[in-house]
Every structure is written in structure tokens, then in C-alpha cells.
């Protein structure tokens, strides 16, 4: 449904912390500070990221508003579950921070066996001892052509985020990379269930590319979230050879990026 009349709400554009991930979190937040982003969403990528007043200086310049739990050597943290149950107390130690992205645990049957907890969980924010501000969302994976008798995986992770009371992280790319029309994907999503959007472009199996870079429909896509009123988070996610060593022209690059975002959510036509 189109959101109608002249206070129509828009997404807060968020620079997700992987886009340069080579460079120091201070620095990070201070460029993103720079380039007007509303927020930054950190990667859980060590359990050195911790509580602590680190994390505060940091969030004085960028406030961290969501986190993307560990997707990787979860065994750094001592397991999957303890690995999302340290992101979720870092992000009840931040005070901006309201929103938890996590890749769902893979379908293999050794996984499916390690991460029983999850199949069983009901309740995710209960289960990780979330504050009451603290969403959570599962995001789509890059999917493989399967079955066409066989359930469709959005399909399915919708159901599965319903049945675990949390939303949806819908990943631009991973959507195109799976060869998946882009547009006919987003508009089966239920706003109530769409909590953040990772953007980029794709080509092929080439991901997080700058936007025009790729061939995915992004100003369409753009214009539907404005459209329907989303109004939760919009985050750039790119790789760092996407922007110059220079961090001057760096901040320039993500300011015309962010301005040409809001332009296309701003299109009502």
C-alpha cells in the first residue's frame, strides 16, 4: 500500500561499518559523521568489541544504531548462540543502538545438529536477554535455484521470522545474486516485517558493488520504499575498493551516495 499525505515517513540511511572495515572505528564513524549518515551499523567481528568506553567514543560521533551479529568464527565467542548473545549486550550498553541484524544458521544437517536452539527458539529477543528497544531480523541469503515444488526461501524466512518474533533484514544483492527479480521480492514483504535494508548493487555473483555499478533496479527499488512509507533502516553496505585511499574524497563519494538515495526515495511519481 502507498503512503499518502505530506508527512510521509522515509528510512534512516545508515553506513554500515564494513564498507571500511580497514580503517579504525573512530574513523569510520567520523567519516560517515561527515557525510551526513544518520547512523552506522557495526560488525560484530571480534569479541574484542565489547562494552566499554572505546565503543562510547565511538558512538559520540556516529551513533551505532543497529549491529550485525558475527556471521563467521563464531567459535571466537564460544559458539553461534553466545556469539549473538554478546552482540546482544553490546547493543544494550549502546544507547542508540535498537536493531540486531543475524544470518540465519545454515540449513546443513551438521549445522542444523550444532544449532538445535535455534529451530526450537520461539521468542529470539527473550531468548538473548534483549531490552525492551532491542529488534531483531534475519537477512537473506544468497539462495541456489532449487525445486520448483519446493517451498520459496522468502517465502520461508518471512514465516521463520514470524514464528521467531523478529524481522527481516531484506539484503539487496543477495536477492540479485540469487537471480531473483528484485522488485517482485520486495513487494511480497509485509512493512511490518521489514526492519532494514542492506543496499548495494550486483552483477552476476559479483556483490556489494556501488550503486550503478551493477545491474540491479535500485531506483525503482528506492522509490518503492519511499512509495509504501518504509521508515526503519536503509544501510549502505559496499566493499572498501568502492571508495578512494583518500578519506577527504571518501566523505565526498558517500555524500553524493546518501544525497542520491534520498533523492529516489523522495520521488513520488
Not at 216 to 244: C, D, M, N, V, W
Not at 246 to 263: H, K, S
Amino acid at each position: 500500500m502507498e503512503a499518502t499525505g505530506p508527512a510521509r515517513k522515509k528510512p534512516q540511511i545508515l553506513l554500515s561499518a564494513g564498507c571500511l572495515f580497514h580503517l579504525p572505528l573512530s574513523v569510520i564513524a567520523r567519516i560517515g559523521h561527515d557525510a551526513g549518515f544518520h547512523g552506522m551499523e557495526l560488525i560484530m567481528n571480534s569479541p574484542k568489541l565489547a562494552p566499554g568506553p572505546e565503543l562510547e567514543a565511538v558512538n559520540a560521533i556516529l551513533p551505532i544504531r543497529s549491529l550485525h551479529a558475527p556471521f563467521r568464527r563464531w567459535s571466537d565467542w564460544g559458539g553461534h548462540l553466545p556469539s549473538w548473545r554478546a552482540t546482544t549486550a553490546l547493543a544494550n550498553f549502546l544507547p542508540d543502538a535498537d536493531h540486531i541484524t543475524m544470518h540465519p544458521p545454515g540449513s546443513k544437517l551438521a549445522n542444523l545438529v550444532k544449532n538445535r536452539w535455534f529451530e526450537k527458539a520461539y521468542d529470539l529477543p527473550l531468548l538473548l536477554d534483549a531490552k525492551g528497544r532491542i529488534q531483531f531480523s534475519l537477512e537473506n541469503m544468497p539462495w541456489a535455484e532449487g525445486s520448483p515444488f519446493s517451498q520459496d526461501p522468502l517465502e520461508k524466512l518471512m514465516a521463520q521470522c514470524r514464528d521467531k518474533n523478529v524481522g527481516l533484514t531484506f539484503d539487496v544483492c543477495h536477492m540479485g545474486v540469487s537471480g531473483r527479480d528484485v522488485m517482485e521480492a520486495i513487494r511480497k514483504v509485509d512493512l511490518d516485517l521489514l526492519y532494514n535494508v542492506h543496499y548495494s548493487d550486483a552483477v552476476g555473483y559479483t556483490e556489494h558493488l556501488a550503486p550503478g555499478k551493477g545491474a540491479l533496479p535500485l531506483k525503482s527499488f528506492l522509490q518503492h520504499l519511499g512509495k509504501i512509507g518504509y521508515s526503519r533502516y536503509l544501510t549502505l553496505e559496499l566493499e572498501p575498493s568502492a571508495f578512494p585511499d583518500d578519506l577527504d574524497a571518501t566523505v565526498e563519494v558517500l555524500i553524493t551516495m546518501r544525497e542520491e538515495m534520498e533523492q529516489q526515495l523522495n520521488r513520488t511519481e
